[in-house]
């Protein structure tokens, strides 16, 4: 069974304005996506799906999965948002149907995080923690 955006949702809490992800189901919260593969991408096995974050983040932000994810400033582990967009170079398409993912439609905006400004001006990322279980 495919890992839909959807279900990444309730299971994963991502910060675009810092690029981390959290565990939403675990009780202490714990990093996600800290492991690096030898291509340099920041990967993690949820569900038993291996994914890599760029990924993540982008099916995270936009309720689909991306058939390739480019670096704005070429650093595969910043997982901001803005330096994240969808890209085709380099990407060979021999079999489509094989990279395409199903989608459970668009989102309510639930389960997403909330990114909130501190006083000081610095930027962080709050969990939302009201969808737990």
Same mark, same amino acid.
């Given at each position: $069974? =495919?890992?839909?955006?959807?279900?990444?949702?309730?299971?994963?809490?991502? /910060?675009?304005?810092? @690029?981390?992800?959290?565990?939403?189901? !675990? !009780?202490?919260?714990?990093?996600?996506?800290?492991?690096?593969?030898?291509?340099?991408?920041?990967?993690?096995?949820?569900?038993?799906?291996?994914? *890599?974050?760029?990924?993540?983040?982008?099916?995270? $932000?936009?309720? =689909?999965?991306?058939?390739?994810?480019?670096?704005?400033?070429?650093?595969?582990?910043? /997982?901001?948002?803005? *330096?994240?967009?969808?890209?085709?170079?380099?990407?060979?398409?021999?079999?489509? +149907?094989?990279?395409?993912? +199903?989608?459970?439609?668009? !989102?309510? *905006?639930? @389960?997403? *995080? !909330? /990114?909130?400004?501190?006083?000081? @001006? @610095?930027?962080? /990322?709050?969990?939302?923690?009201?969808?737990?279980?």
């Amino acid at each position: $069974m =495919r890992l839909t955006p959807k279900a990444l949702r309730e299971l994963v809490g991502y /910060c675009p304005l810092t @690029g981390q992800f959290w565990s939403k189901v !675990s !009780s202490t919260h714990r990093p996600l996506f800290t492991s690096v593969d030898s291509h340099g991408y920041r990967v993690a096995t949820i569900k038993g799906h291996r994914i *890599n974050a760029q990924r993540a983040a982008f099916a995270l $932000m936009h309720d =689909r999965w991306p058939l390739a994810v480019q670096f704005r400033n070429g650093d595969k582990t910043d /997982c901001r948002e803005s *330096n994240l967009k969808e890209g085709w170079r380099g990407l060979r398409l021999i079999k489509t +149907e094989t990279a395409r993912h +199903e989608d459970d439609g668009p !989102s309510k *905006n639930q @389960g997403k *995080n !909330s /990114c909130e400004t501190e006083p000081l @001006g @610095g930027l962080t /990322c709050e969990p939302d923690y009201s969808n737990n279980r």
